[in-house]
């Protein structure tokens, strides 16, 4: 269309093609005009973002050693990797990692980054940058079937069985309530979610109604509230692998998420089977939501922060997006139930915590960045 | 590729107005197709139905004589390519990761773009020469530079077709020239293209063929200017229109312009005009200046197209200016004659004028 655009664009690419390394301009040398500057560009990209990789990976590893080192009984870094190992002589020190410091550690980071991932799907299946992961009400459903299991007196593990399958239900619902004689839309999918989550609310309302307030109700209260405190592997076991199974689908679908926002004749166009990328998204979340939930209660602000955060440092692509928030999320949440349970001598619930350290966060990125958009 | 429509019939909903009343037509590859009609003629939604966005109540469209509804979704859209209308988007992805998205159709579901798909991306960015826009944000660009990027990303899954759904709509003269160029300049490369438009003049200048829908479901598809005629226009639209030629130095252009109402009322299909062929034939010269080689074949073809009206023709190269001067005599009616000039107009390095007799 413009035969002028074609020949001045090989001439400014071809010494960065045909020029060996060593042979590459240095500053100083006599460059075309432009030239110089775009080498600087194109070099300094790449290793960008290779260091912004290397620091994204080793964010949540770092954050999960220091807290490991944290606590009542504090370790140090020698300390902590001979107990890690099991070669010290400590054996208390060892009871005190390996059964109570390392499952919560390992409890965050799953939660956070799971959550996190949950909510960029959710961000861009819904267009909207004000989904969370309990946007189709599977946190409520799974909170409501927590606070059924303890009203009911159940153990640790019935419960957490009940929390995942009532989040999995709430979401049911929410799909079946959604898909109408029409075709199924995802703004009519928002407001059933907004419905199931409104109902669920009431009946946890009424369960909290009808429990002894005495011992059933502060129990049921402090589960709502999140906490990460009752980490152990059992529990782990239970709800790791639906975290992580999910956590993997999304990672691997991150390219395609690209694809939810755009409007429904575009993404068909694009030949994706549109309906199962749907699905698999909304199934994929939903699993790390109640896993979520089923093991350490309602952690509030993580799915709709930590992705805001992300997308402003680090761009609207999904393809990097995903494994940024999954590691970024993993690390705050680490830091955050650091930080609940060091701070004071009685453990502060993470929600609130997640709240008051999100949020000027968020604000301050807010005004430096000037907002985000899908 | 061959695409083709047969006796496509939609409605909403069972009962309600047929829409699209058994349409059918067939493209040919490296021709440009104009979809016209007013609104509410359903313009969109034989674009839809077509490409099976939207299922045809009865009726199919084929490629190569198979039902695309029995095609693979992915194979089907790499072969087919939507250009939905830029109305803006609230995407937050870059240029390159905009058009990237176009190679989803040839990426299995859970495998992320190699290089090989960003070179591909990179290639329909250069071939619409948007290179200075590569790493913009979407949501920053002008509508005609949305526009392009969406053209990009549907030549970056390599189709043999483009469905383009209002591409000229809500852009200024500049931007309106830019996409019409760009199609015609993929024809010209052989893609077959279907455009919608609010815009007659556009079918007349660029399209080699037109669908003309009415209000009322019905539809007529055939040589842009034996579709687009006054007579036509005013059933479809209940316009008065007058067509007319422009001439500059090098071309003339045909060109449509609305002059008044046939109907006050908004929207209602004014009464179906009966059309009489006019079986008179007239003489012309059609003098032809070709500056581009090529184009001297694509002038042959057309003459054989149109061989039983052609009385005679003369052709000399003119070395000194590597130009060929053609003039070709044709005995037929009036609406022949202006259908073979203006697609003899439409080839590129062609100039063309043409003379009628009196009576």
């Known amino acids: ?374 | 590729m061959k695409f083709e429509v047969r006796n496509g019939c939609f409605a909403y909903r069972e009962g309600a107005r047929q829409i699209l009343n058994g349409v059918s037509f067939a493209l040919e590859p490296g021709e440009l197709t104009a979809v016209l009609g007013p609104n509410g003629a359903g313009k969109t939604t034989l674009l839809r139905c077509m490409t099976g966005l939207l299922p045809w109540r009865s009726g199919a469209s084929l490629i190569d004589g198979e039902d695309i509804r029995a095609m693979r979704r992915a194979a089907l859209w790499r072969r087919l390519a939507y250009v939905p209308q830029a109305r803006g988007t609230a995407s937050a992805l870059r240029v390159k990761e905009m058009v990237l998205l176009g190679r989803s159709g040839r990426l299995s579901a859970l495998s992320q773009p190699s290089r090989e798909d960003a070179r591909k991306a990179g290639e329909a960015i250069e071939r619409l020469g948007l290179e200075g826009l590569r790493g913009r944000l979407c949501s920053q660009l002008s509508g005609g530079e949305l526009q392009m990027v969406l053209i990009a990303r549907a030549l970056a899954a390599e189709p043999e077709m483009l469905v383009l759904d209002e591409p000229e709509s809500n852009l200024d003269f500049k931007n309106q020239l830019i996409i019409l160029e760009t199609l015609s300049d993929l024809a010209a490369k052989g893609m077959t293209c279907v455009f919608n438009t609010h815009y007659p003049s556009h079918a007349l200048q660029r399209a080699h063929r037109s669908l003309l829908l009415g209000r009322d479901g019905s539809w007529r598809f055939g040589a842009s200017d034996s579709v687009i005629t006054e007579k036509s226009i005013a059933s479809a639209f209940g316009v008065r229109a007058v067509i007319g030629e422009i001439e500059t130095p090098h071309n003339i252009y045909r060109d449509i312009l609305p002059v008044s109402l046939l109907t006050m009322e908004l929207d209602t299909p004014a009464e179906p005009v009966r059309e009489e062929t006019d079986m008179e034939t007239r003489i012309a010269i059609i003098g032809i200046i070709v500056e581009d080689r090529e184009a001297a074949e694509r002038i042959n073809e057309l003459l054989h197209e149109f061989g039983e009206y052609v009385v005679g023709r003369m052709g000399m190269p003119y070395p000194p200016k590597n130009v060929s001067i053609i003039s070709v005599i044709v005995d037929a009616p009036e609406d022949v004659i202006s259908a073979l000039s203006g697609r003899l107009g439409m080839l590129r390095g062609v100039s063309i004028k043409t003379t009628y007799s009196k009576r």
């Open chain 1, 1 to 374: 269309m413009r035969p002028g655009g074609k020949v001045r664009r090989q001439a400014r690419r071809e010494p960065r093609l045909v020029l060996p390394t060593i042979l590459r301009p240095r500053a100083g040398d006599f460059l075309l005009i432009g030239e110089e500057e775009m080498l600087k560009r194109d070099t300094g990209r790449a290793g960008k973002r290779a260091l912004s990789a290397a620091v994204l990976l080793l964010l949540p590893l770092l954050a999960a050693c220091a807290s490991l080192t944290l606590g009542r009984y504090s370790l140090s870094p020698g300390e902590l990797l001979s107990a890690l190992t099991g070669t010290g002589n400590d054996p208390q020190a060892r009871t005190v990692l390996m059964n109570i410091r390392l499952p919560r550690v390992v409890l965050a980071l799953l939660v956070g980054g799971g959550l996190s991932a949950a909510g960029t799907a959710f961000q861009s299946l819904f267009a909207n940058p004000l989904a969370t992961p309990d946007t189709l009400g599977v946190a409520s459903g799974a909170s409501l079937g927590a606070a059924l299991g303890l009203l009911l007196g159940f153990g640790l593990a019935a419960v957490q069985v009940l929390a995942l399958a009532g989040g999995v239900l709430a979401v049911a619902l929410t799909w079946l309530v959604s898909a109408g004689p029409q075709r199924r839309s995802i703004v009519t999918m928002v407001l059933a979610g907004l419905i199931m989550s409104s109902l669920f609310s009431a009946l946890i309302s009424l369960v909290k109604y009808v429990a002894d307030p005495e011992s059933q109700l502060p129990s049921i209260t402090y589960w709502l509230m999140g906490s990460l405190s009752s980490a152990d592997w059992g529990s782990l076991a239970l709800g790791a692998p639906f975290l992580l199974g999910g956590t993997a689908v999304l990672l691997a679908l991150r390219w395609r998420l690209n694809i939810l926002p755009l409007s429904e004749d575009e993404a068909k166009a694009t030949g994706v089977n549109l309906l199962a990328l749907r699905t698999a998204v909304i199934l994929a979340a939903t699993m790390i939501t109640a896993a979520c939930v089923s093991m350490c209660g309602q952690v509030g602000w993580v799915g709709l922060l930590i992705p805001h955060i992300c997308r402003m440092v680090f761009g609207g692509n999904n393809q990097r997006l995903v494994p940024a928030s999954v590691c970024v999320g993993a690390a705050f949440l680490v830091i955050v139930d650091t930080l609940a349970r060091t701070m004071t001598a009685a453990e502060v619930p993470i929600s609130i915590l997640t709240a008051i350290i999100g949020a000027p966060v968020f604000v301050a990125l807010l005004r430096r960045t000037g907002g985000w958009s899908l």
